[in-house]
């Protein structure tokens, strides 16, 4: 049986997604896989907990500075002297780790344990294969790393820009972005409504911000909705302040408004289109579930990138300002023909099944050390 260590980080709610979606793929394909968060397990637990606190605290009061340090990072080699080390971080925890676990295969969510993998090998540890499962539809320099022998990624498109980085052919594989099992399972319309509490009949929009609802811009999205002729769900996560917001919004109203929903793919199942920011979890998600997309809100950095990603791959709509929120929506429930084909290019690209995509190609290279 192979050991496989699945390395994540808690900073959005997406890698830990992955991380655990591919658990539960490997354990299905016989493996013994093991998850452990970079910065809580390998560093410390304050550690994670206040750089999180304060990568948090960037986005909802800051966002743009996020964006021009994502941007500036692009430019960078992800073992460059200028990023002070910070993408080694981890890097002797991962070492322990490795020493003690003896795991032979590792897999990294996010991009610096990924770099601490590649800083390893450098300095002459001997480290067992080692893939890592790109969450975004983007390349992006942090995570192109030297020693690593399979990059996993979204989309062909993202496949040619790793290429074109440098990145030889062979070494990169489109599996897609692994999502929930759940996913892989189709789900009845009707049914999922009737679950929710909705409408048989008529348009459903359902607008959601990810985990963290504060990161989004709900309140606008149910200003517009309040105002379409169609049955609007708003789904606002784990963020209370912003639930009691939009509660208060909508009081009155048809409008339904849920906190931290676990049956997503029910709940996307249920619906017609979705508003949402384009992180890149959500956008796995929806893809998977084949809901068309209207992207609004995405914050600079790896959103708007993804966000670009999905509107030049004819997945989605996107609503730029608030202004063009209302006439944006108007459009996608009036104009024939336009959902259908918003779907048809997300089936052509649809990959629900990416876990197991992603866990034979790891599995693979294994086999091939062996």
């Not at 410390?44 to 990072?73: K, Q």
């Not at 912003?242 to 909508?250: D, K, P």
Request: proline residues 6%; charged residues 20%.
């Amino acid at each position: 049986m192979s050991r496989v260590l699945i390395v994540t980080a808690s900073y959005g709610s997406g890698h830990n997604i992955a991380a655990e979606s591919l658990a539960a793929a490997f354990r299905e394909a016989g493996a013994e896989p093991i998850v452990v968060d970079h910065f809580r397990d390998l560093v410390h637990p304050f550690f994670e907990r206040a750089t999180r606190a304060l990568y948090y605290w960037i986005l909802r009061h800051a966002p743009l500075v996020w964006g021009a340090a994502y941007t500036l990072a692009d430019h960078m080699a992800s073992d460059s002297s200028l990023a002070l080390g910070v993408t080694r971080v981890g890097a002797a925890g991962l070492a322990r780790t490795l020493a003690t676990l003896r795991p032979d295969l590792v897999v990294t969510v996010h991009a610096t344990p990924a770099v601490a993998m590649a800083a390893l090998a450098r300095r002459g540890y001997r480290v067992p294969p080692h893939v890592t499962v790109v969450t975004d539809f983007v390349a992006h320099s942090q995570w192109i790393a030297p020693g690593v022998d399979r990059y996993c990624v979204a989309a062909d498109e993202v496949k040619y820009e790793f290429i074109a980085r440098g990145i030889p052919h062979e070494r990169v594989v489109v599996t897609g972005v692994p999502v929930r099992p759940e996913f892989e399972r189709p789900v009845d319309p009707a049914a999922a409504r009737q679950a929710f509490g909705l409408p048989v009949r008529g348009p459903v929009v359902l607008a959601m911000a990810g985990a963290q609802g504060a990161f989004g811009r709900l309140l606008e999205v149910t200003w517009t909705l309040l105002r379409l002729p169609a049955q609007g769900v708003v789904v606002t996560g784990q963020d209370d302040h912003v639930g009691e917001e939009i509660r208060r919004l909508a009081f009155g109203t048809a409008l339904r408004v849920f906190g931290y929903v676990a049956d997503v793919r029910r709940l996307m199942a249920a619906a017609d289109l979705l508003v949402t920011k384009a992180g890149g979890m959500t956008l796995a998600e929806a893809m998977a579930a084949g809901l068309p997309l209207v992207a609004y809100g995405s914050l600079p950095g790896q959103e708007r990138r993804n966000e670009r990603f999905a509107s030049r791959s004819g997945i989605a709509l996107v609503a730029r300002s608030w202004r063009e929120l209302g006439p944006t929506l108007e459009r996608a429930l009036t104009e024939p023909g336009l959902l259908e084909r918003l779907r048809a290019q997300i089936q052509r690209r649809r990959r629900p099944d990416a876990s197991r995509r992603v866990v034979a190609a790891a599995l693979e290279l294994v086999g091939a050390r062996r």
